[in-house]
């Protein structure tokens, strides 16, 4: 579903390289774990993966389901099922959550050249999904992440991709600022999600939330590269050992 080749991509404001020679392969079905001390690069990969424009591509090549998306915007990665649940998710006054959702779910089927869903349809799939993360109807009155807490915040993204159901789902340190019941909420949202048609790829810092959401494959990035890819088993050792054995036998 997703081969990523030789990726080298830096800042487009100062040309710094931030990815430098990336590989990875990711199956259907797959759940790939990225793990990777802070600064290797692991938020810069999941933006250029949709498109940001902050980042140009200097070298190599992204190919989904075969097909190279690098020229394509953002939003039509989103319309073709690439879906990112931002490590900041970011806060949008004035818009409601109920508005946004409906707007994004909306977009994609135009995209897709389906009809837009009826309100009551709208609104039973937007239940039926809130019910599942133990979200509240209220909270989604609310403008989308203003005010919403940490754990909030994270299931908000959760909800908008089992409601997009996209091919392709990118997670960053969804785990981040959650506390062990949200946690568990969001982690069982996401393997809910899992199916032979898509891939899941967990960005994460910590081996706490492998343990809910256990990962097919583990790879390690570091300094835009990934050095080292195994099973989950790979996590573990990272665990208890941290990652500085891994880069030594890298380097
Ligand atoms: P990670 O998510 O693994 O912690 P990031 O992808 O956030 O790492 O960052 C990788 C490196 O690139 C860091 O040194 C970060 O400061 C730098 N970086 C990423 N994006 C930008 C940007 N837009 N401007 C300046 N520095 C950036
Ligand atoms: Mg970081
Ligand atoms: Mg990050």
Do not use: W
Request: proline share 3%; hydrophobic share 40%; net charge negative.
């Amino acid at each position: 579903m997703l081969e990523i080749k030789n990726l080298h991509a830096r800042i487009a404001e100062d040309g710094t390289e931030i990815i430098r020679g990336l590989n990875l392969t990711v199956k259907n079905g797959e759940v790939a774990a990225i793990m990777g001390p802070n600064g290797s690069g692991k938020s810069t990969l999941s933006y250029i993966l949709t498109g940001r424009e902050d980042y140009e591509v200097t070298e190599g090549d992204i190919l989904y389901n075969g097909e190279s998306i690098l020229e394509m915007d953002t939003s039509e990665r989103a319309a073709s099922g690439i879906f990112l649940a931002f490590q900041y998710p970011v806060e949008i006054p004035g818009v409601a959550t109920m508005q946004f959702l409906k707007v994004a779910m909306n977009e994609q089927r135009k995209a897709n050249g389906e009809d837009e869903l009826t309100t009551p349809e709208f609104i039973r799939r937007v239940r039926a999904a809130a019910g599942e993360l133990k979200i509240d109807m209220d909270m989604l009155k609310r403008p989308l992440n203003v005010g919403f807490s940490g754990g909030e915040k994270k299931r908000a993204e959760i909800l908008q991709m089992a409601l997009l159901e996209p091919k392709l789902c990118v997670l960053d340190e969804t785990d981040s600022g959650l506390d062990i019941d949200a946690l568990k909420v969001v982690s069982d949202g996401v393997n809910a999600l899992r199916s032979p048609d898509r891939a899941i790829v967990v960005i994460t810092h910590y081996q706490r939330l492998l343990e809910h959401i256990v990962p097919d494959t583990v790879h390690v990035l570091y300094q835009g590269r990934v050095i080292k890819s195994g099973d989950k088993s790979l996590a573990q050792v990272l665990e208890t050992n941290g990652y500085a054995e891994i880069i030594e036998d890298a380097a």
